[in-house]
């Protein structure tokens, strides 16, 4: 009795760590949402742990409905008399930040919150200059305060994503910097105006894009992987549909520079 008695609690304890091994490997490799590798779920996991302070924010390339502009929640009901509010109007802070948010622009690479680069960019053209693919124009007139600042037009020329980014190094305000991630936006296929769409084989977008795997085919047809596309334009510059079938829309927000 005594040994069969031992040889049981000997097999709960092998079992037991057995199990929580498998548990483990089970959590970790648990499937996960579509264009999310194994790997990129473990590194997500792993960037939480590290401290917010560290890193700036990544670059927002699509706006997140119904949290934008929100007023903050107040826990204070608003004084009345006969259901008419009597709470004084409070000031209004010229110095802060303004709630309506510009038109997202279609900058450089590395280019900063759009509130610090329109008040840091100083209108150089530097930047300009050093783009060894003229992919860099200055805004137009039509923009108001952001004319004149550095943008991206892929109709025109796209950009090539440079290993050394010329035009970060030659940016001396800073509003363009390697802290910031190259991300510009993101491209996606319009597939009623794709040519790949109708029968008619067309790779050209997925031939030329400088972002390895950022385009795919699938079937014949060219598929943007967002995690992996930059916005850099290529694809709608080259794109020979009669009407261009890449629509290329600008990061909706950047980090900013952090504070000192």
Same mark, same amino acid.
């Given at each position: 009795?005594?040994?069969?008695r031992i040889r049981v609690?000997?097999?709960?304890?092998?079992?037991?760590?057995?199990?929580?091994?498998?548990?483990? @490997?089970?959590?970790?490799?648990?499937?996960?949402?579509?264009?999310?590798?194994?790997?990129?779920?473990?590194?997500?996991?792993?960037? *939480?742990?590290?401290? /917010?302070?560290?890193?700036?924010?990544? @670059?927002?390339?699509?706006?997140? =409905?119904?949290?934008?502009?929100?007023?903050?929640?107040?826990?204070?009901?608003?004084?009345?008399?006969?259901?008419?509010?009597?709470?004084? @109007?409070?000031?209004?802070?010229?110095?802060?930040?303004?709630?309506?948010?510009?038109?997202?622009?279609?900058?450089?690479?590395?280019?900063?919150? /759009?509130?610090?680069?329109? *008040?840091?960019?100083?209108?150089?053209?530097?930047?300009?200059?050093?783009? =060894?693919?003229?992919?860099?124009?200055?805004?137009?007139?039509?923009?108001?305060?952001?004319?004149?600042?550095?943008?991206?037009?892929?109709?025109?020329?796209?950009?090539?994503?440079?290993?050394?980014?010329?035009?970060?190094?030659?940016?001396?305000?800073?509003v363009l910097t390697?802290?910031?991630?190259?991300?510009?936006?993101?491209?996606?296929?319009?597939?009623?105006?794709?040519?790949?769409?109708?029968?008619?084989?067309?790779?050209?977008?997925?031939?030329?894009? =400088?972002?390895?795997?950022?385009?795919?085919?699938?079937?014949?047809?060219?598929?943007?992987?967002?995690?992996?596309?930059?916005?850099?334009?290529?694809?709608?510059? @080259?794109?020979?549909? =009669?009407?261009?079938?890449?629509?290329?829309?600008?990061?909706?927000?950047?980090?900013?520079?952090?504070?000192?």
């Amino acid at each position: 009795m005594n040994n069969s008695r031992i040889r049981v609690a000997l097999k709960q304890l092998l079992v037991a760590p057995i199990r929580l091994l498998v548990s483990v @490997v089970k959590y970790l490799y648990r499937p996960g949402r579509t264009n999310q590798s194994r790997r990129d779920l473990l590194q997500g996991r792993l960037w *939480k742990l590290t401290s /917010e302070s560290r890193f700036a924010p990544l @670059v927002t390339r699509l706006p997140s =409905p119904f949290k934008d502009n929100l007023p903050e929640p107040s826990n204070q009901s608003p004084r009345s008399v006969s259901g008419i509010n009597i709470d004084p @109007v409070p000031p209004t802070n010229l110095h802060g930040r303004p709630v309506s948010r510009s038109i997202p622009l279609h900058r450089p690479p590395g280019a900063i919150d /759009e509130f610090q680069f329109l *008040k840091g960019c100083t209108r150089c053209g530097d930047c300009i200059e050093a783009c =060894p693919y003229d992919a860099i124009v200055k805004a137009s007139d039509r923009l108001g305060i952001a004319a004149g600042t550095p943008v991206i037009e892929a109709d025109h020329a796209a950009c090539m994503m440079c290993e050394d980014f010329p035009c970060i190094q030659s940016c001396e305000p800073g509003v363009l910097t390697r802290s910031i991630s190259p991300i510009m936006g993101t491209a996606r296929v319009t597939q009623h105006l794709c040519l790949a769409h109708h029968s008619t084989t067309c790779t050209v977008c997925s031939e030329r894009c =400088p972002v390895a795997g950022a385009i795919l085919v699938n079937d014949g047809k060219p598929i943007v992987d967002e995690e992996l596309c930059s916005g850099c334009g290529v694809c709608r510059h @080259v794109c020979p549909a =009669p009407e261009n079938a890449i629509l290329l829309m600008p990061a909706y927000s950047r980090p900013g520079l952090p504070k000192a």
